[in-house]
């Protein structure tokens, strides 16, 4: 991968968060600055236990996600510099290698349990999310009465309502039922999302995957 279109990427479009791995503890940092083939300048959090994990010499993992992708990288620490902000000086990576591609490939195994809205008529239906993507998921009912199930195949709009692990509030998505197949004991719904203005729920949805990603790849 071109390693200034994917940091490029990461400044415009991630709003320069990057998640990282040092001595096998994980923690959020942001990018801050770059000098292209010698050092990448990332801010993370004060804190004594990240103290102990950032060690001149030690080795250092970090992913993030640029034009939709997600993307890893490995360097080893520099310094670490305590003013004005905590920043952290690593070597510039020599490589990058792409994970996977968010937007339309990868779906994170779960199991949240959710709120399935109609929009024609606001009716509630309990559900379970068995994966996710940020792109849409696969749904779980339980079995419903035929009245109910006829009407739920005519739906197409529907909301999500569901509580995201490792987050605070509610999430609500809008989506389309684009495929439903039916069991004896359950009803399963593949939703894609058709976009979201609460900017924040769909970091905290992106966040959730990288991390899932994360403990896939490590």
């Known amino acids: 991968m071109d390693i200034k279109k994917a940091f490029d990427g990461l ?3 991630t709003d320069r968060h990057m998640n990282l791995v040092a001595r096998g503890q994980s923690f959020r940092g942001f990018l801050v600055g770059f000098k292209p083939q010698e050092f990448l300048v990332i801010e ?10 950032l060690t001149v010499g030690n080795a250092v993992m970090g992913s993030f ?3 939709g992708t997600l993307v890893q990288f490995k360097s080893s620490i520099t310094a670490l510099l305590k003013r004005p902000a905590w920043l ?4 510039y990576p020599s ?5 996977c ?7 994170a195994e779960c199991s949240i349990p959710c709120t399935l809205v109609t929009v ?16 849409g998921c696969k749904c779980v009912l339980p079995s419903i009465p035929p009245s109910q199930l006829e009407k739920l195949s005519s739906e197409k709009k529907v909301l999500l309502e569901f509580d995201l692990p490792g987050s605070r509030g509610k999430k609500g998505f809008f989506g389309e039922i684009v495929h439903m197949s039916c069991e004896e004991t359950k009803i399963s719904l593949g939703i894609k999302f058709n976009g979201n203005d609460d900017q924040e729920a769909l970091e905290e949805l992106n966040e959730y995957i990288l991390k899932v990603v994360n403990i896939l790849s490590s």
Do not use: Q
């Not at 490589?95 to 994970?99: D, G, L, N, S, T």
């Not at 591609?101 to 779906?107: G, K, M, T, V, W």
């Not at 024609?120 to 792109?135: I, P, R, T, W």
């Open 11 to 13: 400044m415009v479009e």
């Open 44 to 53: 993370v959090p004060i804190s004594t236990e990240v103290d102990t994990w």
């Open 65 to 67: 996600c640029a034009d």
């Open 88 to 91: 952290l000086i690593v070597s």
């Open 95 to 99: 490589r990058i290698a792409k994970i």
């Open 101 to 107: 591609d968010l937007r339309s490939s990868y779906r």
């Open 120 to 135: 024609s008529d606001f009716h509630k239906y309990s559900a379970l999310m068995e994966n996710m993507s940020v792109g």
